[in-house]
């Protein structure tokens, strides 16, 4: 119930963008700036939140499994993605996009508000690690896959897979273990601005729905296809394999936000950049997004979380 008016609260912040966005009120650089202020601001002071506000460290056996849990996720999914495209009957042009939407989830946008929702700020620890994964294979594996055949193949710099985003992890872990002393006027801020990307993401995702007409995500029978697999077979399938082995109530809910969030909006532009199509990453973030406020509490329900 909890997650279901979460995704509710979410659709009404995606319909603001829309309207926003279709109205002129926010035009591209409103975006592009809003953008910023969450990717640089608000997700990092979400995560530090969680760490200056636990009483007590974590258990090196949680970090342990969660390391374990980052493992199966993503080779979960890197597996799945190797077939899926083959299985929809997708263009061979097209099946390096299908697999990267596949692989990497809208875990930052939508997946760390979810988990702070849900769980409050010291589980975004456990979700925080799975960054880590997130942003090494995307400039590598998902970079290398959406690279047209024959192309000269790009050289991954290490200063792409050291960001904000890896940063904020680092210093959540550090805070994690040594207890600072942090005055409460800087934990109300930190906890404030972390508050932030709750409602302005799903703004920003409501407002870039916005290129192209709503109805065209319907109309494509295997983007449809793709998005039951990814939000409905393939979190559901994992969970049931995780729930064999974990039972801490916190992970195993961390783990299903992160199989179940739609496609990463980062997707599009490693796809943009890389001479793949961008814009059927976009439609399948947009779709998969639309999808989500009622396929994530239904893996929720099916999964009794």
């Known amino acids: 119930m909890i997650l279901l008016q979460q995704m509710l609260a979410m659709l009404i912040f995606m319909l603001i963008g829309y309207i926003l966005r279709k109205s ?53 999914t890197i597996l799945c993605g190797l077939f899926v495209p083959r299985l929809l009957g997708t263009e061979p042009e097209d099946r390096g996009v299908y697999r990267v939407m596949l692989i990497f989830s809208n875990i930052g946008f939508m997946g760390f508000p979810l988990i702070r929702a849900m769980y409050g700020a010291e589980a975004l620890l456990y979700a925080s690690l799975f960054t880590i994964p997130f942003n090494f294979l995307i400039y590598t594996y998902g970079s290398s896959i959406l690279q047209p055949k024959g192309s000269e193949k790009k050289k991954i710099r290490a200063g792409n897979m050291i960001n904000i985003g890896t940063i904020a992890c680092a210093v959540t872990l550090f805070l994690s273990f040594v207890k600072l002393p942090v005055p409460e006027f800087l934990v109300t801020s930190v906890d404030s601005l972390g508050a932030l990307p709750t409602s302005l993401s799903m703004v920003v995702i409501g407002a870039s729905m916005t290129e192209f007409p709503i109805r065209e995500l319907f109309t494509d029978v295997r983007l449809l296809g793709f998005s039951f697999i990814k939000m409905l077979v393939i979190p559901i399938a994992g969970m049931l394999i995780i729930r064999l082995f974990v039972h801490d109530p916190v992970l195993v809910g961390v783990s299903m936000v992160m199989l179940a969030t739609p496609v990463g909006s980062l997707v599009a532009m490693i796809a943009q950049q890389n001479g793949a199509d961008y814009t059927l990453a976009s439609k399948g973030i947009a779709l998969t997004t639309l999808l989500s406020i009622v396929t994530m509490p239904l893996v929720s329900l099916v999964m009794g979380i």
Do not use: K, W
């Open 24 to 76: 002129g009120h926010l035009d591209q650089s409103g975006m592009n700036s809003l953008s910023f202020i969450i990717v640089n601001i608000g997700n990092p002071c979400m995560l530090i939140s969680g760490a200056i506000s636990r009483a007590e460290a974590p258990s090196g056996r949680m970090l342990l499994l969660t390391v374990i849990l980052c493992f199966f996720v993503y080779g979960f």
